[in-house]
């Protein structure tokens, strides 16, 4: 299995409401990723885990807050969001954090704000 | 600052070889990724240089120079199905690693 599975796909949510990304994989991986991709942009990275601790927090605002429960999963919970929040999330994993490790990627949420 | 630049768009025909340049300004350099993303699908890894020279694989290879700040990615005998987006990212440590992406070339095979 080399797969990194994300739920939702598509996910449409108002400004009030709180929603949460999910992010899975399955080869024993313990570095795990959220980047953000605007239309024609390249992914910018948001958080990084290692060893289920936050690693890497890119100054990116409390509305999006990450979260770890164990090696395989990794959250976003999303709570309060604005219109421009609106973007592809990509989650991705790599066996460790460090060196030549290439990222394994999901296939992303497609969120839009209203 | 980190700045990483490649071409927007570049288009070619099937069977034809392509060069998609990324050139790089980073601090703490550690390797040069390519990744390649179809519409509306997740990046995949294609290669990884972190020593000069060329790097091949298949149809693909890829070329780092590291004190011109460099590199490239050959596409031979191009197919439909390389249309995508190409994504060049350089890994940096700057007191942590981190993978910084370019702007990316959406590249574009026509019959």
């Known amino acids: 299995d080399t797969e990194v599975t994300q739920t939702p796909k598509h996910l449409v949510m108002g400004m009030t409401n709180k929603k949460s990304l999910k992010c899975e994989q399955h080869?024993?991986?313990?570095?795990m990723y959220w980047y953000k991709q605007k239309a024609k942009k390249p992914p910018e990275l948001m958080f990084v885990?290692?060893?289920?601790?936050?690693?890497i927090n890119e100054s990116v605002p409390s509305r999006f807050s990450p979260e770890c429960p164990n090696s395989s999963l990794l959250n976003l919970h999303l709570h309060a969001l604005q219109p421009e929040d609106s973007a592809l999330y990509l989650c991705?994993?790599?066996?460790?954090?460090?060196?030549?490790?290439?990222?394994?990627f999901g296939s992303g949420t497609q969120l839009s704000v209203l | 600052g980190q700045n990483i630049d490649q071409p927007t768009e570049m288009t070619a025909t099937e069977g034809a070889i392509v060069q998609i340049n990324c050139t790089y300004q980073?601090?703490?350099?550690?390797?040069l990724f390519w990744y390649q993303q179809h519409a509306g699908e997740a990046p995949t890894f294609l290669s990884y240089?972190?020593?000069?020279g060329l790097e091949e694989k298949g149809r693909f290879s890829s070329f780092l120079s590291r004190s011109k700040g460099y590199s490239y990615l050959l596409l031979k005998e191009l197919q439909m199905k390389d249309s995508a987006s190409y994504l060049c990212?350089?890994?940096?440590?700057?007191?942590?690693?981190?993978?910084?992406f370019g702007t990316g070339t959406r590249l574009l095979v026509s019959p």
């Open positions: 990212a350089v890994r940096v440590n700057t007191g942590f690693q981190k993978l910084v």
């Open positions: 991705a994993s790599s066996q460790e954090w460090k060196g030549n490790e290439k990222l394994f």
């Open positions: 980073t601090s703490g350099f550690n390797g």
């Open positions: 240089n972190v020593l000069d």
């Open positions: 080869m024993g991986h313990r570095a």
């Open positions: 885990y290692s060893y289920e601790k936050l690693s």
